[in-house]
């Protein structure tokens, strides 16, 4: 208890002391004399000018600074940005300072700080003027020393420890700001020795107006001088581990190329650690010389490792490739120039080892060259599928490719090449046998990149045994070989043109093998339908740097079958060619049997494509018989309104649709005009001979403008309208031109009663599907004129007029009238016919099963209406027409019916 009264006071005065010491100095700093001489001795600590909004002081448990929106300033040989820049600074300060009379930093911590890393034309970096000094090379072999006493006066050199958290480093080469950064830069600079600095630093790498995902974490850890001409001596290491090669891309190019895998690099980079290695040394410098180089070198070592390499929309495989990148070689950043004289690319089974020098300037300048390169062709069949779907897992190729080249320029152009390969074979699961594939030989020479011509072939053996005779010979065994398919395959691309074509030769004994192997590699042809027979093909890709890529060639079909999805029945390719100019489809219709009927003509792409980009086809075709009959039994049955639907998928190359979508998406699709010609066409009992029609189908509306036909002995001249969208609905307008009233789709019996022509026009609309439909739905109306009508049987004035039925001939000159559309059937308003003074007036209708209900009256007064009718007969006809019923009817005075 004596002990604590001793004491209490002492240690009362002490904390006052202390209180007042912190209240006191925390004053003293807010004043503008004190707020400069702090600003002084940071701008000493940094090498730059300063500005601090405001300061704080932090007497226990050691004194220590802060800085709140600090600003260093920029070299004026970097640009006049800041060079750095924080939200908060704390500085410790040295007790050791203070005794001996000097402001000195210990540590420095900054939160969010921002630090500008700028290169200005000489290649050199505005970090290298701010870090203390380094060590200076003694002549005479003598083991390099610091300055060490520049280094004590320099009061930077005190610095010991600079603490970083959630950073972010920019870039800047001279006045351009690159799109680059890191951020969330967290870690450690400290000084480890007089002029020495260690990094133990990590960062997340960023691009502006890109959103990363997955950029992964780079360290950085190492060890770097100070103030020296090139950062010199200093050793790096960085690691940069779980990054996506899609963020990678996005980084660096600023866009997403569809390619996913993981990714990974480590690169040690080292300077001013060796004896004689420049980077001035040739790209041939042997791999065991040392990495190292004199002042103002670097040597580098950099293991890139990516992993899992897919397309964005597909799942990841098993087999998914992978690829390491090894690279040693030496960069000199004043002069900017990096050789690489080692360079390993392996992937599964293949690799590339070379050399390459690069000028990485404003003005980049590369050449990579490649003395040993071993291409195993599975390797490249995985990259293929992992970047294409649907490639059948069974497909197999084994081939081996060895070469070398040369690459210049940037970008990187093959200046020279030279490759080949004895041959190699492929397991195709649709195709019995293996695909031989010959051997391969290309390079380029001057301005051309050349692959001579290789066969590729298959072919099926079987095994046949010939037994001998009872007497116990040996059974003797051939082997009889069937060739099935050649195929022979080239390349060339002249680098001065920038044109260059693939050539196609070949023949197939069964056309249908080439469509199953483009299946089994993932490149369905047949979209709803099958073909079936032999094909020769003389092809090749063009291209060229003005016009866009196309096929030009043929392919010529014969003896083949189609099967269409929507066709009952397989069209019979007695001998047809599709013909490519300038990448436009033709197809040359020779003999092809189908729907019936034999056709010939062409289908043909417009140059001009529709609005939309979309193809437009011309067509000039011709078939010698079509039958309503036979084109059911081919796209049947007629009530059913998704053959359209069915069909048209195969046509336009796409996949058959679910059945409850509607054609109507297909046929938009469709822009088609042309020229339809049939020497004779059949719909139940009406044939019409020498058809052709001008048509267009465009938007779902089928145009047919102008259509010719033979019919009934006369003429037929008619236009169709027809859209099929919501609902279709057609519109038909008909002029008849001397039709035969004997060859009317009739009864046999009523036509043998008929002589005349008649001529004419009528005009209908209808809508819907399916015969049922359109005829309870047929409106409309039209006019005719007869010219010598006779009628067999009856003398019509005749009966009438003794009100009792008269065998004989009845004959008119000349009949005209009108009649309607309606209710499944034609209904006559007045057709009158006349011979001399003689009338008669035909009304009432017939439905278009053949039931008639007419009635006929007839008048001597020679005029040309019938107003009244004096009371007399009335001939009736009812009933089927073939056996009508006929009566005659007494009759008052009466208005004759509308």
């Known amino acids: 208890m004596s002990r604590l009264r001793k004491w209490w006071r002492p240690a009362a005065l002490g904390v006052a002391v202390v209180i007042v010491?912190?209240?006191?100095?925390?004053?003293?700093v807010r004043t503008n004399r004190v707020h400069a001489y702090l600003e002084r001795h940071l701008e000493r600590a940094f090498g730059r000018p300063v500005e601090v909004a405001r300061f704080g002081v932090l007497l226990l448990p050691s004194p220590s600074l802060s800085a709140e929106e600090i600003t260093v300033g920029e070299d004026p040989a970097f640009g006049n940005e800041y060079f750095l820049r924080a939200e908060h600074l704390s500085a410790g300060l040295r007790w050791t300072g203070f005794l001996h009379g000097r402001f000195e930093f210990g540590t420095l911590s900054m939160s969010r700080p921002s630090l500008n890393l700028a290169r200005n034309n000489e290649g050199r970096w505005n970090l290298e003027r701010w870090l203390p000094p380094a060590k200076i090379n003694v002549p005479g072999g003598l083991p390099a020393v610091y300055n060490v006493a520049r280094a004590l006066g320099t009061p930077a050199n005190h610095l010991t420890r600079i603490d970083i958290d959630d950073g972010r480093v920019n870039f800047k080469i001279v006045d351009?700001?690159?799109?680059?950064?890191?951020?969330?830069?967290?870690?450690?600079?400290?000084?480890?020795?007089?002029?020495?600095?260690?990094?133990?630093?990590?960062?997340?790498?960023?691009?502006?107006?890109?959103?990363?995902?997955?950029?992964g974490t780079v360290i950085v850890r190492g060890d770097v001088a100070g103030t020296s001409a090139r950062l010199q001596p200093a050793e790096f290491h960085l690691h940069w581990s779980d990054g996506s090669l899609a963020d990678l891309l996005r980084l660096f190019r600023g866009r997403d190329y569809g390619i996913r895998g993981e990714f990974a690099l480590d690169a040690t980079a080292k300077s001013g650690n060796g004896p004689v290695a420049s980077a001035s040394m040739p790209a041939s410098t042997p791999a065991s010389m040392p990495a190292s180089g004199p002042y103002g070198d670097w040597s580098f070592e950099m293991k890139a490792r990516a992993t899992e390499i897919h397309r964005w929309d597909l799942t990841e495989r098993s087999d998914n490739p992978g690829m390491n990148v090894n690279l040693e070689g030496l960069l000199n950043i004043a002069t900017g120039k990096a050789i690489a004289h080692r360079i390993v690319v392996e992937t599964t089974k293949s690799n590339l080892r070379g050399t390459a020098s690069a000028m990485i300037s404003s003005s980049?300048?590369?050449?990579?060259?490649?003395?040993s390169v071993g291409v195993q062709a599975a390797d490249l069949l995985n990259w293929y599928r992992a970047f294409q779907p649907d490639v059948d897992d069974a497909v197999a190729v084994n081939q081996y490719f060895t070469g070398a080249m040369t690459l210049r320029g940037w970008p990187l152009q093959l200046t020279d090449a030279a490759f080949s390969s004895e041959g190699g074979e492929a397991k195709i699961p649709c195709i019995t046998s293996l695909v031989r594939i010959g051997a391969i030989a290309g390079g380029r020479h001057r301005d051309t990149l050349t692959i001579e011509p290789f066969r590729v072939a298959y072919a099926t053996s079987v095994a046949r045994t010939d037994s001998a005779s009872a007497a116990g010979a040996a059974a003797k065994k051939r082997a009889v070989s069937e060739a099935r398919g050649v195929v022979s395959v080239g390349f060339t691309h002249d680098f001065a043109q920038r044109a260059g074509r693939i050539s196609v030769d070949g023949h197939l004994d069964r056309v249908e093998d080439a469509i199953r192997i483009a299946q089994a590699f993932g490149r369905t042809l047949n979209h709803g339908w099958e073909l079936t027979g032999d094909a020769n093909a003389s092809l090749h890709w063009d291209w060229n740097g003005v016009s866009p890529r196309h096929w030009n060639g043929h392919v010529d079909v014969s003896n083949a079958e189609l099967q269409a999805v929507g066709l009952n029945q397989p069209l019979n390719l007695t001998k047809t060619s599709l013909t490519w100019k300038d990448g436009l489809r033709t197809a040359t219709i020779a003999d092809v049997d189908g729907f019936g009927a034999n056709w010939s003509g062409s289908i043909s792409e417009d140059p001009v494509a529709d609005l939309d980009g979309s193809a437009k086809w011309r067509f000039l075709l011709h078939a010698d018989h079509l039958d309503a009959t036979e084109l059911d039994r081919w796209?049947?049955?007629?009530?059913?309104?998704g053959w359209l639907q069915r069909l048209l998928p195969s046509l336009l190359g796409g996949t058959p649709q679910a059945p409850n979508e509607h054609a109507s998406e297909l046929v938009r699709r469709i822009d088609a005009d042309g020229e339809l010609r049939v020497d004779e066409f059949t719909m139940e009992k009406l044939k019409f001979q020498q058809v052709r029609a001008q048509a267009a189908l465009d938007d779902l509306h089928l145009d047919v403008r102008d259509a010719d036909a033979q019919w009934a002995g006369g003429k037929v001249h008619a236009r169709l309208s027809a859209k099929f969208h919501p609902r279709p609905a057609y519109e038909v307008t008909a002029d008849l031109d001397q039709v035969n009233l004997a060859q009317l789709p009739a009864p046999a019996r009523a036509t043998e009663r008929f002589a005349g022509t008649a001529s004419g026009t009528v005009h209908f609309t209808t809508q819907g599907v399916g015969r049922d439909e359109l005829l309870?739905?047929?409106?409309?109306?039209?006019?005719?004129?007869?010219?010598?009508?006779?009628?067999?049987g009856w003398d019509v004035n005749a009966s009438v007029a003794e009100g009792e039925p008269r065998t004989g001939e009845s004959r008119w000159a000349s009949g005209e009238g009108t009649f309607t559309l309606r209710d499944r059937g034609v209904v006559l308003a007045g057709l009158r016919l006349e011979s001399g003074r003689e009338a008669t007036l035909v009304k009432g209708s017939v439905s278009f099963g053949r039931d008639a209900d007419l009635t006929i009256q007839s008048t001597s007064d020679g005029r040309r209406e019938i107003h009244t009718v004096e009371p007399g007969h009335i001939l009736k006809i009812s009933g089927p027409l073939d056996i009508p019923r006929v009566s005659v009817e007494n009759t008052a005075a009466h208005q004759p019916a509308d």
Request: overall charge positive.
């Open 776 to 792: 309870a739905r047929l409106t409309g109306r039209g006019d005719v004129r007869m010219r010598n009508v006779e009628f067999r």
């Open 635 to 641: 796209i049947g049955p007629r009530a059913r309104p």
């Open 176 to 215: 351009e700001k690159l799109p680059f950064a890191l951020t969330s830069v967290a870690g450690v600079v400290e000084q480890d020795a007089p002029g020495r600095w260690q990094l133990r630093l990590e960062a997340a790498p960023w691009r502006s107006g890109v959103a990363l995902q997955s950029a």
């Open 21 to 28: 010491s912190q209240v006191g100095a925390s004053l003293l």
């Open 364 to 371: 980049p300048s590369w050449e990579v060259h490649l003395d």
